[in-house]
């Protein structure tokens, strides 16, 4: 192709883009809000006032997940291109996110059990449990648990992105390779393994992490980036707490409609921690 071939092409890339963009759009359009708006469909014979808040609290939740992980991810492979600055903004952004998931309980806290029993036979086998986008957020910060794929053996794409998830470092696995390239002490059995397997913690890198916090100031950027994820964990704790608060006041100890136990369920996943090491070093400081 002649170079005045390659400029016509040019030229009429830009008006093609000049024009598309030039059109008039407005803000529903932009926001897709017709689909968004009308993806609501109780399902209450006779129609529940109330199953249209459960529905949006679930939904809503979801659009959140979904940027979490777009924001997890991004971190991880920042960490893994030693990027560490633009890895802690993403992090921040998590944060406030998860402060959104966690207040969005008050919301469906006023559900009362009286107005939720209206609803609950509707809902039928279907169940929060089922949120492969909550399960891909637990991959991503390393509580791994190979079963989990069983629940969406229904669900082929959804249990595809997952056992991708499975097979990759998390985000921590990532910043402990981090370390390791910037010469901190990390062992490594840490740093070559399976990423399927959940997590366990190592006491050599608790003496590690006991030598940053000795000397926070010589270690900016690793200190900050060890509270960020200590940050993350105790609001996901709170998101988790706060969980099972709503479930209790709302279901008591009945079985979740997905088949987990409920409440006793709730209760044991508040044992679970994604960076162990750096909730053990808080004894060494």
């Known amino acids: 192709m002649s170079s005045a071939d390659d400029a016509r092409a040019l030229r009429h890339l830009e008006?093609?883009?000049?024009?598309?963009?030039?059109?008039?759009?407005?803000?529903?359009?932009?926001?897709?809000?017709?689909?968004?708006?009308?993806?609501?469909?109780?399902?209450?014979?006779?129609?529940?006032?109330?199953?249209?808040?459960?529905?949006i609290q679930h939904q809503t939740s979801e659009l959140w997940l979904k940027l979490m992980l777009h924001e997890l991810r991004s971190a991880r492979d920042l960490l893994a291109a030693d990027d560490l600055a633009p890895a802690l903004k993403r992090l921040a952004r998590v944060k406030h996110i998860q402060v959104v998931l966690t207040g969005q309980w008050s919301v469906l806290?006023?559900?009362?059990?009286?107005?939720y029993a209206l609803?609950?036979?509707?809902?039928?086998?279907?169940?929060?449990?089922?949120?492969?986008?909550?399960?891909?957020?637990?991959?991503?910060?390393?509580?791994k648990n190979a079963e989990m794929l069983q629940v969406f053996e229904h669900d082929e794409e959804a249990r595809s992105m997952l056992a991708e998830l499975l097979h990759q470092p998390s985000l921590y696995d990532e910043f402990l390779r981090y370390l390791s390239r910037a010469g901190y002490a990390v062992p490594q059995g840490l740093l070559e393994r399976?990423?399927?397997?959940?997590?366990?913690?190592?006491?050599?890198?608790?003496?590690?992490?006991?030598?940053?916090?000795?000397?926070?100031?010589?270690?900016?950027?690793?200190?900050?980036?060890?509270?960020?994820?200590?940050?993350?964990?105790?609001?996901?704790?709170?998101?988790?707490?706060?969980?099972?608060?709503?479930?209790?006041?709302?279901?008591?100890?009945?079985?979740?409609?997905?088949?987990?136990?409920?409440?006793?369920?709730?209760?044991?996943?508040?044992?679970?921690?994604?960076?162990?090491?750096?909730?053990?070093?808080?004894?060494?400081v």
């Open 15 to 55: 008006e093609t883009v000049e024009r598309d963009f030039s059109r008039a759009m407005s803000y529903g359009d932009y926001l897709d809000l017709d689909r968004l708006l009308s993806a609501q469909h109780p399902r209450s014979v006779p129609a529940q006032h109330d199953e249209l808040l459960f529905i």
């Open 194 to 284: 399976d990423w399927s397997q959940p997590y366990r913690a190592d006491e050599e890198l608790v003496d590690t992490f006991a030598k940053v916090y000795a000397a926070p100031h010589d270690h900016w950027g690793v200190y900050e980036t060890c509270e960020e994820l200590v940050d993350i964990e105790d609001n996901f704790q709170q998101w988790r707490f706060r969980h099972l608060q709503v479930v209790t006041r709302t279901i008591g100890h009945k079985r979740g409609t997905g088949g987990s136990s409920g409440v006793d369920f709730l209760r044991r996943a508040l044992d679970l921690t994604f960076f162990p090491e750096l909730y053990a070093v808080r004894t060494r």
């Open 119 to 143: 609803i609950r036979p509707f809902l039928a086998t279907s169940s929060g449990f089922q949120s492969w986008q909550y399960r891909a957020v637990e991959f991503l910060l390393g509580n």
């Open 109 to 115: 806290a006023t559900l009362t059990p009286s107005e």
